[in-house]
């Protein structure tokens, strides 16, 4: 059975830092394109972050560029996100996702999800 678990999330002041993680088990970790997602109340789920099977490569939403950083440890079958420069409407629920596909910014192109973590930035 697949599992997905963030954890760091938590409340924060604006220009703070946090910095979160997601526990992969029961899949071949090294062989899943990884993505962190968000979703604010009342929007959409959308794309923040995106990083290649090997960690090479790393994708971003434009509003988070230059403050956030994703990352992943094959071995710990874990991936991150560093946020930095917190802002208030960084404020959503976290998702980790997995793909064996070619998509990082796709909802429905991920084939598992994390239950997700809570970020509240306060201004």
């Known amino acids: 059975q697949v599992q997905l678990v963030e954890s760091g999330g938590g409340l924060v002041q604006a220009g703070g830092s946090l910095r979160l993680s997601c526990v992969a088990s029961?899949?071949?970790?090294?062989?899943?394109?990884m993505t962190w997602f968000r979703q604010a109340p009342g929007k959409e789920r959308e794309f923040v972050a995106g990083v290649s099977m090997s960690g090479i490569s790393t994708y971003y939403q434009d509003s988070v560029k230059g403050r956030f950083t994703i990352s992943r440890d094959n071995a710990k079958k874990t991936v991150y996100l560093q946020m930095n420069s917190l802002k208030p409407e960084d404020t959503a629920v976290y998702y980790c996702?997995?793909?064996?596909?070619?998509?990082?910014?796709?909802?429905?192109?991920?084939?598992?999800w994390g239950k997700g973590t809570l970020v509240t930035v306060s201004s």
């Open positions: 996702a997995a793909s064996s596909g070619n998509s990082y910014r796709v909802v429905d192109a991920m084939d598992y």
């Open positions: 029961g899949l071949t970790f090294s062989t899943y394109r």
